[in-house]
């Protein structure tokens, strides 16, 4: 009885660490900006714990980052994007990232023959 019980706490404990090791978090996230009449489909990608990102639009089949005006912190980052539909049909998308450890944002500004680049969203004082 005693072996059995040791077996059972044993293997749980091996279980515990092996799903520990199942959940280490995403070195890496995506975002989609879906295709609209005026524009193809776009696909970023962020390295969470950098903020590094880079995008590729249509059948690309090469990233090209998104550029920062200043080195960031090491930070834990994240994508969001948003499309919007006018009243005349035209439709349009923002992207944005943020830090959840400090709570900075910016917005991708750009596009069309104009490269993104990540301004940063400033908190009034």
Request: net charge neutral.
């Amino acid at each position: 009885m005693m072996r059995l019980a040791l077996a059972l706490a044993a293997g749980s404990i091996v279980l515990a660490l092996a799903g520990g090791a199942l959940a280490a978090p995403a070195k890496f996230e995506g975002a989609v900006v879906p295709s609209t009449p005026q524009f193809s489909a776009g696909f970023f990608r962020i390295e969470v714990a950098t903020g590094q990102t880079w995008q590729a639009w249509g059948a690309a089949t090469q990233f090209s980052p998104v550029v920062d005006s200043a080195p960031l912190p090491p930070g834990d980052y994240h994508l969001y994007s948003k499309t919007a539909t006018f009243p005349d049909g035209k439709q349009n998308w923002m992207m944005e990232r943020m830090d959840s450890v400090t709570g900075r944002a910016w917005v991708a500004l750009g596009g069309g023959n104009v490269p993104l680049v990540w301004n940063e969203v400033l908190v009034p004082k």
